[in-house]
């Protein structure tokens, strides 16, 4: 590569259609932000509904519940692109977060929905208290120099692998024909219409969703779906939302504090931001950026930690990350505006107080959210494959290490799914021989037991954090030289420190 490190971007080719610092018309930027959340909207519908069931949170705060994760989404997607690392980058509802919730509202006990939320609330608060100092004090940003290419590749691939059985995927069996026609109307506009017309190209996700669902909803009104379909829409629900609602800090009441929900919720906290880093190295590869520097890092790793402080506030039980489906959105759009996504931030906060709306986002089926996630996770795990390219595949050393991180990151966390809970994962290291009877002695207390536990099952069910941390090991603990580990290429394709410029820095130079 030519030129001195951090002056030059890392091929910009003609698929970036807008860089990061460009603007499009205000039309055209409502449109893209528009499209970079309906990416992202499974996850952000997801989560709270999952949460709500598992809580038995009575219907009728449902909607509220879902639109304070909208304007939670909306703040932290400005704070970042503002004053965090200030890449294109959307923050919302995490599910690396979503296993110690579950567990923890287990604990409060079914039907208790109060206690649990506020419970969550808690542990959400202080997880992003200790996020916000790691991420300030530096402390990601120091452990950059320990990861090279080998580690970030196998981390960004496993978060688009990872989520090849997510219940949107797997689940979809029963109307296939509609999984199968968003993916083909989205590969249709994105790859074989893109030069066609520009719309092709700037909108094929948003024209491929839409155009699914308006054939599903045909369908519904006319009884060829039946109501009993995954594929059926009910628009009744649009009909009875409320016009106005209104999220409020604390509206569920003050949250309360307890040791092992904390600990446990940690373990959620961590795997986000194992996944964060990862994401923030995919996004400046799709952007053609150089790579982050340490300083980015840290910067945009405390501001999801203010993020997440601000959703345990809000209530919402759940934290902020970075979304890889938005990343996956710059890889087929090429759109990279850091102003597009503040401009959807700004829309999916103004929707949050809109019940309507919400409610018409809750309508697309699994179906079409699977097709999406097929399309999305896929352009995922290309670009984290793509950064093998610096390194020396063929090194057996390299090799190895890659192949077992990959393996492991989806391996171990198919076993964490059956085992099922965190519970049932205590119990069968319980019984174990040796390794039981140590974990049980009298010298280890049963709630320290259940701490260690509930934190292995949820970091070993995230499956970047286990591929991540493996490949993390064996790079640094196996010999290898700078240049076999793509680490000399890789730092001359990083940013320099100054190259990233906080907010304040830029407030005192007028910029």
Do not use: C
Request: aromatic share 10%; hydrophobic share 50%; charged share 10%.
């Amino acid at each position: 590569m030519a030129g001195q490190p951090g002056t030059e971007s890392v091929e910009q080719s003609s698929d970036v259609e807008y860089g990061i610092d460009e603007r499009p018309s205000a039309g055209e930027s409502a449109l893209l932000g528009l499209q970079h959340y309906l990416t992202m909207v499974g996850a952000n519908i997801a989560v709270p509904i999952a949460l709500a069931t598992a809580m038995g949170m009575p219907k009728e705060y449902q909607p509220l519940y879902v639109g304070t994760f909208f304007v939670v989404s909306g703040v932290g997607t400005l704070l970042q692109t503002t004053f965090g690392n200030r890449y294109p980058i959307v923050q919302g509802a995490t599910f690396s977060m979503l296993a110690p919730a579950i567990a923890i509202i287990g604990f409060v006990g079914e039907g208790n929905w109060e206690q649990a939320i506020l419970a969550l609330q808690g542990a959400i608060i202080v997880g992003g208290i200790v996020e916000i100092l790691m991420g300030y004090f530096g402390v990601m940003g120091w452990l950059k120099r320990y990861l090279s290419p080998v580690v970030i590749a196998p981390t960004i691939a496993l978060i688009g692998l990872s989520l090849f059985s997510a219940p949107q995927v797997t689940m979809a069996s029963q109307a296939w024909w509609l999984l199968g026609l968003t993916v083909l109307l989205i590969v249709a506009f994105s790859q074989y219409l893109d030069d066609a017309h520009r719309v092709f190209r700037l909108y094929p996700v948003l024209l491929g969703i839409v155009a699914a669902w308006l054939v599903a909803t045909v369908f519904s009104v006319f009884g060829v779906i039946p109501a009993d379909s995954p594929a059926f829409i009910d628009l009744t629900v649009v009909a009875e939302a409320s016009l106005i609602q209104v999220p409020t800090p604390l509206q569920w009441g003050m949250p309360t504090f307890q040791t092992s929900f904390i600990i446990g919720m940690f373990a959620g906290v961590v795997a986000s931001m194992i996944e964060s880093f990862g994401d923030y190295h995919a996004v400046a590869r799709l952007a053609g950026e150089r790579a982050p520097s340490a300083r980015r890092i840290d910067h945009g790793i405390g501001m999801e930690g203010v993020a997440t402080v601000f959703a345990g506030i809000m209530g919402t039980g759940n934290g902020s990350t970075s979304y890889s489906e938005n990343i996956g959105a710059i890889g087929l759009t090429g759109v990279a505006s850091r102003f597009v996504i503040q401009v959807g931030a700004v829309l999916m906060l103004v929707v949050g107080f809109f019940g309507p709306f919400g409610a018409l986002i809750m309508t697309i089926p699994d179906p079409i959210v699977g097709g999406l996630y097929i399309a999305m996770f896929g352009q995922i795990a290309a670009v984290g494959l793509s950064n093998l390219k610096h390194v020396d595949l063929d090194s057996s050393r390299n090799a190895f290490i890659i192949g077992i991180a990959l393996f492991l990151g989806l391996a171990i966390p198919a076993y964490m799914g059956n085992v099922g809970s965190a519970a049932a994962f205590q119990q069968g290291v319980a019984n174990t021989p040796v390794v039981g009877w140590v974990l049980t002695a009298p010298v280890v207390p049963d709630a320290t037991l259940k701490i260690v536990a509930d934190t292995v099952y949820v970091v070993g069910g995230t499956g970047m954090a286990v591929g991540g941390l493996v490949a993390f090991v064996l790079d640094n603990t196996v010999d290898g030289t700078r240049a076999e580990r793509g680490l000399d290429e890789w730092e001359e394709l990083t940013e320099e420190s100054g190259a990233f410029r906080s907010a304040y820095e830029r407030f005192l130079k007028g910029d």
